[in-house]
């Protein structure tokens, strides 16, 4: 049996394929695929990619078993047949044969290898996902860019533009983001920003690609983008407390963290933890077992009848540098 995961965000695509006994046999990686992103042409294109790319690496012809995969931008069963539909399009795969659901699927079940807890991803966008030793399920957040992407690299992106035009208008306090911004979008000055910012080539992606700068500011001192990340850190931990509060009243929950911004280390990743530490109490913060895209495995071993067990778990994690 061969299966196929898959992790689709709004910055990159990754693709595994892997046996029954859980051995990685090859990995591919393109672009993002985030539908409300991109446009479907993009999306195909990348997802064909990173599948290609994982069927080189394996030396193997197509044929899959089972597909599973997790995409950002994902809310519903509407998304998700679409989403569907384009991945046996782009795949040339039979559609009863792909599963697809939100890409926090992925972060739960390889972050913390099938256990009861919390997913928090923060990458280009942001979103909450937990599920209680009963089964239970709760989301929050994971409304993209443009209604409430909090904490995300968008969303960190989006006030460092925010601060380097009110720098500009003298509504803001001054900060090195004014000179690193102009010159990561190419501009010499703020009245250049309208038109580069608003550029199609741009989009979220773009702007989400500017979270770097907020962080750099930030370990060099910089007071302003120490408070845009301490909002983007409280906000993340809001969305832990309320499905923490849902699903595991009384009793501290295990959180991993994943996504790139969540991961950046000093100084956001901890002021994240401390964060969801204030807000609730107790709570277990685990550095992940293993990647979302292994996670899109073992969720595809999971639709086949294949449970994750010890043995599943150590042959993902022993292969996965294939």
Not at 39 to 66: I, W
Not at 92 to 111: F, K, M, Q, T, Y
Not at 256 to 266: E, I, P, Q, R, Y
Not at 303 to 309: D, F, H, N, T, V
Request: charged share 15%.
């Amino acid at each position: 049996m061969i299966v196929l995961g898959i992790d689709g965000g709004g910055t990159s695509t990754r693709a595994l394929l892997a046996d029954h006994t859980g051995t990685v046999l090859g990995t591919g990686r393109s672009q993002g695929s985030n539908p409300n992103n991109l446009p479907r042409e993009k999306c195909r294109s990348h997802l064909a990619q990173a599948f290609t790319g994982a069927c080189a690496a394996a030396g193997h012809q197509g044929a899959v078993d089972q597909v599973f995969m997790g995409a950002a931008g994902i809310k519903d069963e509407t998304d998700a047949r679409a989403m569907q539909e384009l991945v046996a399009e782009s795949l040339n795969l039979p559609l009863e044969r792909i599963r697809v659901a939100n890409d926090l699927l992925n972060s739960l079940a390889g972050g913390l290898a099938g256990r009861p807890g919390i997913a928090l991803i923060a990458g280009t966008g942001s979103h909450c996902l937990g599920r209680n030793a009963a089964g239970r399920t709760s989301t929050c957040g994971g409304w993209g860019w443009l209604m409430c992407d909090v904490g995300s690299g968008h969303f960190l992106g989006q006030r460092a533009l925010q601060v380097v035009v009110r720098a500009a208008d003298g509504r803001g306090p001054e900060t090195s983001l004014s000179a690193a911004v102009l010159g990561e979008l190419g501009i010499e000055a703020p009245s250049a920003l309208l038109r580069r910012v608003y550029d199609p080539s741009v989009g979220p992606a773009g702007i989400a690609a500017l979270a770097r700068l907020v962080l750099d500011a930030a370990r060099s001192g910089d007071a302003v983008a120490r408070g845009i990340l301490q909002e983007g850190a409280d906000g993340l931990a809001a969305l832990v407390q309320q499905v923490g509060q849902r699903l595991f009243p009384g009793a501290p929950p295990e959180v991993v963290l994943t996504g790139g911004v969540a991961l950046s280390g000093v100084p956001y990743q901890p002021m994240i933890n401390q964060s969801i530490a204030d807000r609730l109490p107790g709570a277990r913060i685990s550095p992940p077992e293993l990647p979302p895209e292994a996670g899109a495995v073992l969720n595809a071993l999971d639709l086949a009848g294949i449970a994750p067990e010890a043995a599943v778990l150590q042959k993902l994690k022993t292969t996965l540098s294939l």
